[in-house]
């Protein structure tokens, strides 16, 4: 909403040399009206001043070329070359004197013109930043002329309305009533502590009476609760006075015709759109507000035409519709230059509903954008008398007598409980009851004794937290910042913290991170086709996703049940960027349909690599994740069959019989389908799964009190034999005595015969009670190979 | 043989104090020393002297034993201490040379954001919950109290996942106040951090996924005043000892009354710049008294336990704090992009 500071000081004694920009914005932001910024009209247009062509000759040297001589109140005349026709002797006109600075930027300098100093220059109203709305009278293509009386060196601005300073504010929806001059006034007044001035209307009878030529039906009393009409005759159309156009030029919207003006006029001050027919349009005088009827169409006053809907409300004559209700107004009907009668419309609408039609005709206007936020009904009467005042004031046609007003159910008076220590309470401060009083009373409520009568605009004060909305009402008076801390709230009943299971989560991400893989966060929606990309079967239940069913794209349709779409995608971006070594981490969530309609939603730990990486340091970060969680003794399964992964390195990972993680290299097909020709590595680790199987709390155990033996043994056995496999043999073979058996080496080629390998194990041998002997080792060594042997001809090396 | 062993001992010493390698020296101590030495060899002889002669030269031989073993103990720590300085001269490293350095992830400049603002709020007792993305609209909006027609409920704005618009992303971290409230009895203390779904087209400033925080305080007793305080007091945790706020009316369904908190520009202190788009203040969150509406709702007195909320976009403050330009650049994961924020 922009308010002019102009057309504000006719509700409100408030001229900016008393409350600057600066002073106006703060304060009326801190009472709830924020202002987003303030314009000054004039900003960029300095030394233009009133003059008098006192002497015109014809340029020497130039056949269309005037030499102008101009008065500008400075004592000596200026001498102006011009190229303009369409000036005379004794015209005032725009003088940019030297030094000056125009609309746009154009600086004038006093130059030679054609050997002829001109020591400045005369502007258009295009120089000064205006159009011949503003200009009605004015010679589109010379200079201007001003067709009323001002002093000789007076600054344009003044005269031509530019020094006016607009501000625009930030209107929240719950307070539409502020979308209107009378609405802010009424919040300045309060918040500067002045007098509001409102007006009421005065029409002078001028015969006849509507009622004889207009008949109105409402046919749609919830989408129109209220239709209010007027009718002027004998209307004259023409270019609305100076003080008219500047005022609404000031608040963003251009001047078209006194008729015209006078509606968006009465709109800005009341912020009740109005609307005028030529009633010579309106087919047997017959206004019908009805949903519109299928197929019908109407071509609107931006010249487009509009199919419109069934649930869309529109005004209509006995035949067709000439207006989509509260939107725009139809061509069919429109004010033009020999328009003779005007019937004017003042009605109040559904929000929603208006709301709804104007985004499914992709036509927002200042009408819709106010009816969308609501109105209060009992301004179509006000408004449209002070539009007909209007029309009165400037001799615009004869204002018929009575009013066509329907309004099926008036709104009935809102009246609440207004009791100060529940104020109090809410806010917790101290404020005087005298004080909530007199801030309410200003603000429109009537108070008597313990209950409030709220004002008929205020839409958003409900019924259902009375004490609350007035609370907000008093507290933005008073000043939020006058409000006291409460310092003793400051302690808290309650222990704050991490839960379990996110203090789990934290302390994978440290991990993660010291084994070198970056924190990522990527979108939780997927596009349908990353299924195809990670070569999932058709059959594959993932493909089984929740689906957004307005989604902004085909790309972004699918809340995502696999992460391994999203990671892969940042994996193939970051190659794209020529990052050469890349690993990243993303702890998010992938989300399984539920059949009440909701999802599972399960976190999921995604590592991802490429570059200087291979399967077992992804393996070996896998498994730091694990035992941070202190789950150890894992079994990895080699995968063959998942179609995301190489089938030769790919594994399974569980605890027990859970499965904690699928990792592996990616397969090469699925690779390529991201545009990445190197190997990319992955892991996708099951949060809950990992939580299952988290370990014990870790105790105190002894220290070993006697030394351990260390013997290394090396075996040649089938190529296919599985390191697991071997050590499982170890470790069931080696009776009590062996501590950890671990791999120090896997060989294969010279000296081992084809379709063998040679793997070497360290076993440590320790018993509790003593210091072990060379022929205990022995025996326990025996025993392994003897095992080794037998289950996995494995021998000796 | 008085004169045999001074002229031995002259030899041996100066032989010794020649000797530059351990090995040298070692042969020295056996050649004079050592059983079959020279010194002995000249001790073996003494059976042949006279009982007056004997102690005499006994003690000379011995004089001269303690001061050959004090040279090669002397010259051996020498030899040593050069040996040793030679191998250090030798394995003298350039220092300027690269470090070999672990390779260690780093977070999500968002996480680092969440985490420290985590961190104050479990200073202040709050507990930490999260919730549901895929969420009812009966949360999402009903019980905030948003009314039936309100424009947010939109499919333009909303994601919706069925056609009778009962389930949907969840558009802020609220719904978690209704959930919260329905699983806690007060007192609350509440802290929620997620993501967050708008229908908004991709560009520098919007996304159709975003983080959010919410926070709820529900007690007996509590006040606007009250939530001044602690929104105060996080100010002042996020953004250091001297940091002023304002508190300004603004408009929730959920909250009355409702303000917005905004921070003195770090900027300009206040005199209008860029940065504060010449308002001089940075807006940070939105927050209010706890409509008695949603308590109510809920299932909590609203006669008994009054609260307040507040929610705070991260996206925003994270930018902020790493002067972000680009919103984009938050879910793109470029690695160049996250090892800015070590």
């Known amino acids: 909403m922009k308010l002019s500071r102009a057309l504000l000081c006719d509700y409100i004694d408030l001229p900016l040399s008393e409350v600057g920009d600066r002073s106006f914005a703060e304060a009326m932001t801190m009472s709830g009206s924020k202002v987003e910024a303030t314009e000054i009209l004039s900003d960029r247009i300095t030394g233009v001043v009133v003059g008098r062509i006192t002497g015109m000759e014809k340029h020497p040297d130039s056949d269309h070329m005037w030499v102008c001589t101009a008065d500008v109140g400075e004592g000596r005349d200026l001498s102006i ?8 002797i004794g015209d005032l006109v725009a003088v940019a004197k030297d030094g000056a600075k125009l609309h746009g930027g154009l600086e004038i300098k006093k130059a030679p013109l054609r ?34 009386e001002f002093n000789l060196g007076e600054d344009i601005c003044s005269v031509i309305g530019l020094d006016d300073h607009v501000v625009e504010f930030e209107i929240t929806p719950n307070r539409s009533d502020c979308l209107s001059v009378i609405g802010l006034a009424r919040e300045a007044a309060v918040t500067f502590n002045k007098p509001l001035k409102l007006h009421t209307p005065l029409l002078r009878s001028e015969g006849g009476n509507a009622a004889d030529l207009v008949d109105i039906t409402i046919d749609d009393p919830t989408l129109c609760p209220r239709y209010t009409a007027r009718v002027v005759k004998n209307v004259k159309i023409a270019p609305s006075p100076r003080w008219l156009r500047e005022k609404l030029s000031a608040s963003g919207i251009r001047p078209i015709n006194n008729i015209v003006d006078i509606t968006n006029f009465v709109m800005l001050e009341y912020g009740q759109p109005m609307h005028a027919f030529d009633l010579a349009c309106v087919k047997d005088g017959q206004i019908i507000v009805r949903r519109a009827k299928e197929g019908e169409v109407l071509k609107t006053l931006d010249g487009t035409e509009r199919n419109l809907r069934t649930d869309m409300l529109c005004i209509c004559d006995s035949e067709r519709p000439i ?69 009165q004031m400037l001799s615009a046609g004869e204002v018929l007598d ?130 195809d990309k990670i070569r999932l079967s058709e059959e594959s239940k993932l493909r089984d996703c929740v689906r957004i069913l307005n989604p902004l794209g085909e790309d972004t349709s699918c809340m995502r049940s696999s992460t391994l779409p999203s990671m892969l995608e940042t994996l193939a971006r970051n190659r794209s960027y020529r990052n050469l070594n890349v690993r990243l981490y993303d702890f998010g969530r992938i989300y399984k ?92 680790i099951d949060f809950e799964a990992m939580l299952g199987t988290r370990g014990n709390e870790p105790l105190y155990v002894p220290l070993p009190a006697y030394p351990a033996i260390l013997r290394d043994i090396a075996v040649i056995c089938p190529e296919d034999k599985t390191a697991y496999e071997l050590v499982s043999c170890i470790k069931a073979s080696g009776g009590t005595l062996l501590e950890s058996c671990s791999i120090f080496d896997c060989y294969k080629g010279t000296g081992i015969p084809e379709g063998f390998k040679s793997m070497a194990f360290s076993l440590k041998l320790r018993a509790k009670d003593r210091t072990l002997k060379d022929s205990d080792a022995d025996d326990c060594v025996n025993a392994v190979l003897k095992a080794l042997a037998a289950l996995h001809d494995a021998h000796l090396r | 043989m008085k004169s045999q062993l001074s002229k031995l001992g002259e030899i041996a010493l100066s032989e010794i104090m020649g000797a530059d390698t351990p090995e040298l020296l070692e042969s020295l101590r056996v050649k004079y020393l050592g059983k079959k030495g020279e010194l002995t060899a000249i001790l073996r ?21 303690e001061k050959i073993e004090a040279a090669i103990e002397e010259n051996r720590a020498a030899i040593n201490a050069a040996v040793l300085q030679k191998k250090l001269r030798s394995e003298a490293l350039d220092v300027t040379m690269p470090a070999t350095e672990p390779i260690i992830g780093v977070r999500h400049p968002m996480s ?12 202040m007792g709050f507990r930490i919950y999260d919730g549901p993305e895929i969420e009812m609209s009966t949360y999402n909006f009903d019980r905030l109290n948003t009314p039936a027609t309100h424009p947010a409920r939109e499919w333009t704005d909303t994601f919706y996942l069925d056609n009778e618009s009962k389930t949907l992303l969840r558009t802020h971290t609220s719904p978690m106040q209704a959930r919260v409230m329905e699983t806690v009895s007060p007192p609350i203390r509440a802290a929620v951090f997620g993501r967050c779904y708008r229908k908004d087209e991709v560009d520098a400033t919007h996304s159709p996924m975003f983080h959010q925080m919410e926070g709820l305080v529900i007690d007996e007793g509590i006040t606007f005043a009250d939530l001044k305080t602690l929104l105060h007091d996080m100010a002042v945790a996020m953004y250091g000892e001297n940091t002023a706020t304002r508190f300004r009316p603004h408009h929730f369904p959920f909250t009355e009354p409702s303000c917005e908190m905004d921070v003195l520009c770090h900027e300009c202190g206040g005199k209008g710049c860029r940065v504060c788009k010449g308002e001089g203040w940075i807006e940070l969150l939105g927050a209010g008294v706890c409509n008695p509406r949603i308590l109510e709702m809920s299932g909590i ?31 793109d994961n470029d690695i160049r992009f996250l090892e800015m924020f070590k």
Request: net charge negative; aromatic share 8%.
């Open chain 2, 301 to 331: 007195d609203p006669e008994k336990y009054s609260g307040w909320a507040f929610g705070m976009g991260l996206e925003r403050a994270a930018m902020r704090r790493f002067k972000i330009s680009d919103l984009r650049l938050m879910f």
């Open chain 1, 323 to 391: 207006a989509v209700g509260g939107v725009m107004g139809g061509e069919n009907s429109e004010i033009i230059g020999d328009t003779a009668a005007v019937l004017f419309e003042s009605a109040n609408f559904d929000g929603t509903s208006i709301r709804r039609t104007a985004a499914a005709l992709n036509m927002r206007t200042d009408a819709s954008s106010r009816f969308e936020k609501g109105i209060d009904p009992n301004l179509t009467e006000i408004a449209l008398n002070r539009a007909c005042e209007l029309v």
């Open chain 2, 45 to 65: 002889q003494m059976s042949g002297l006279s009982a007056e002669e004997r102690p005499i030269i006994g003690t000379l031989a011995n004089n001269l034993r």
């Open chain 2, 112 to 123: 680092i954001v969440v985490d420290e603002i985590k961190d104050i709020f479990i200073g």
């Open chain 1, 81 to 88: 070359v011009t190229g303009a026709q369409n000036q005379k």
């Open chain 1, 115 to 148: 050997g002829i100093i001109s020591e400045g220059m005369f502007c258009s109203f295009s120089e000064l930043g205006q159009s011949l709305h503003e200009h009605p009278y004015a010679d589109p293509d010379g200079i201007l002329i001003l067709n009323e």
């Open chain 1, 402 to 531: 009575g009013t066509i007003d329907v309004y099926p159910e008036p709104k009935p008076e809102l009246i609440i409980p207004f009791v100060p220590e529940k104020i109090n309470a809410i806010l917790g401060s101290d404020i005087s009851s005298e004080f909530m009083c007199d801030a309410l009373s200003r603000l429109g409520f009537i108070i008597d004794g313990s209950n409030a009568k709220v004002p008929s605009w205020r839409l958003d004060i409900s019924p259902l937290h009375p004490h609350n909305d007035l609370a907000e009402e008093v507290a933005r008076i008073y000043g939020y910042d006058r409000i006291k801390s409460s310092a003793k709230r400051r302690e808290s009943a309650v222990r704050g913290g991490l839960s379990d299971v996110q203090s789990a989560e934290k302390l994978l991400g440290t991990v993660c991170r010291s084994c070198g893989y970056s924190e990522i966060i990527t979108y939780s929606f997927i596009s349908p086709s990353s299924f």
């Open chain 1, 593 to 684: 349909k539920r059949d009440d309609g909701l999802a599972d939603e399960k976190q999921i730990l995604t590592l991802g690599a490429y570059g200087d990486t291979d399967f077992y340091s992804l393996k070996g970060a896998v498994q730091a994740l694990c035992s941070a969680l202190r789950i150890s003794d894992l079994r990895y399964v080699a995968v063959s069959d998942n179609p995301s992964y190489h089938p030769g390195r790919a594994a399974k990972v569980y605890k027990d019989d859970a499965l904690i993680a699928v990792l592996g290299q990616i397969h090469p097909l699925v690779a390529a389908n991201y545009g990445v020709s190197d190997a990319m590595y992955a892991a996708e």
